[in-house]
C-alpha cells in the first residue's frame, strides 16, 4: 500500500505540476500578446515622439539663437549705459568742481563788495554827516545869536542851558 499510495502521490504531483506548466504556457502567451500590443503602440507612437521631439529641438535651438541675441544686445546696452554713467559721473564732478569755484569767487566779490559798501559809509559819513552836523551846530548857533539880538533882553537861565546842552 505504501507503494500504491506513494504512485498516487506521485501522479498527483506531476499532474499539478503539469497544471503549473500550462499555467505558466498560457500567463507567457498573453505576456507575449500583451508585449506585441504594447510594440504596436510604441511603433505607432515612436513616429510622432521622434517628430515631437525634433521640433522640440528645433525649437530650442531657434530659443538659443534669439537667447543669445538677446543676451548680447542687453550686454551692449548695459555697456553703453556703464560708459554713460561714467560720462555724466564725470560731467557731474567737473559742474560740482566749477560751481564751488563759482561760489568761492562770489563770496570774495560778497567780501569786497561789503568792504567797499562800508568803506563808502565811512566816507559819507566823514564827508558828508559831519559836515552836516558841524553846519547845524552853526546853524543852532546862529540862531540863537539872532535869536538873543532880536529880544533885546537877558535869556532866562534854564532857556540858556537847554541851548547849550543841546548844542554840545
Same mark, same amino acid.
Given at each position: 500500500? @505504501?507503494?500504491?499510495?506513494? $504512485?498516487? $502521490?506521485m501522479t498527483?504531483?506531476?499532474?499539478?505540476?503539469?497544471?503549473?506548466?500550462?499555467?505558466? !504556457?498560457?500567463?507567457?502567451?498573453?505576456m507575449a500578446?500583451?508585449a506585441? *500590443?504594447?510594440k504596436?503602440?510604441?511603433?505607432?507612437?515612436?513616429?510622432?515622439?521622434e517628430a515631437?521631439? +525634433?521640433?522640440? *529641438?528645433?525649437?530650442?535651438?531657434e530659443?538659443r539663437?534669439?537667447?543669445?541675441? =538677446?543676451?548680447?544686445? !542687453? @550686454?551692449? =546696452?548695459?555697456d553703453?549705459?556703464?560708459?554713460q554713467l =561714467?560720462?555724466i559721473?564725470?560731467?557731474? *564732478?567737473? +559742474?560740482s568742481?566749477r /560751481?564751488?569755484?563759482?561760489? %568761492?569767487?562770489? *563770496?570774495v566779490? $560778497? @567780501?569786497?563788495?561789503m568792504s567797499?559798501?562800508?568803506?563808502?559809509? @565811512?566816507g559819507?559819513?566823514s564827508?558828508? &554827516?559831519?559836515?552836516?552836523r558841524?553846519?547845524t551846530? &552853526?546853524?543852532a548857533?546862529?540862531?540863537s545869536? =539872532?535869536?538873543?539880538?532880536?529880544?533885546?533882553?537877558? /535869556?532866562?537861565v534854564a532857556?540858556v542851558t537847554? %541851548?547849550?546842552?543841546?548844542?554840545?
Amino acid at each position: 500500500m @505504501n507503494q500504491d499510495l506513494l $504512485l498516487v $502521490l506521485m501522479t498527483v504531483f506531476v499532474g499539478i505540476t503539469a497544471l503549473s506548466f500550462v499555467a505558466q !504556457a498560457i500567463a507567457s502567451i498573453k505576456m507575449a500578446r500583451t508585449a506585441g *500590443e504594447i510594440k504596436k503602440s510604441l511603433d505607432a507612437f515612436l513616429p510622432k515622439a521622434e517628430a515631437a521631439l +525634433a521640433n522640440a *529641438e528645433r525649437t530650442l535651438n531657434e530659443s538659443r539663437e534669439q537667447i543669445t541675441g =538677446v543676451t548680447r544686445r !542687453a @550686454n551692449e =546696452v548695459l555697456d553703453l549705459t556703464k560708459t554713460q554713467l =561714467v560720462r555724466i559721473d564725470t560731467l557731474i *564732478e567737473d +559742474a560740482s568742481g566749477r /560751481a564751488r569755484q563759482q561760489m %568761492d569767487k562770489v *563770496e570774495v566779490l $560778497l @567780501n569786497d563788495t561789503m568792504s567797499r559798501v562800508q568803506s563808502t559809509v @565811512n566816507g559819507v559819513q566823514s564827508s558828508i &554827516v559831519r559836515p552836516l552836523r558841524e553846519i547845524t551846530g &552853526v546853524a543852532a548857533g546862529v540862531r540863537s545869536a =539872532v535869536t538873543q539880538l532880536l529880544k533885546g533882553s537877558p /535869556a532866562n537861565v534854564a532857556q540858556v542851558t537847554a %541851548d547849550e546842552e543841546m548844542f554840545i
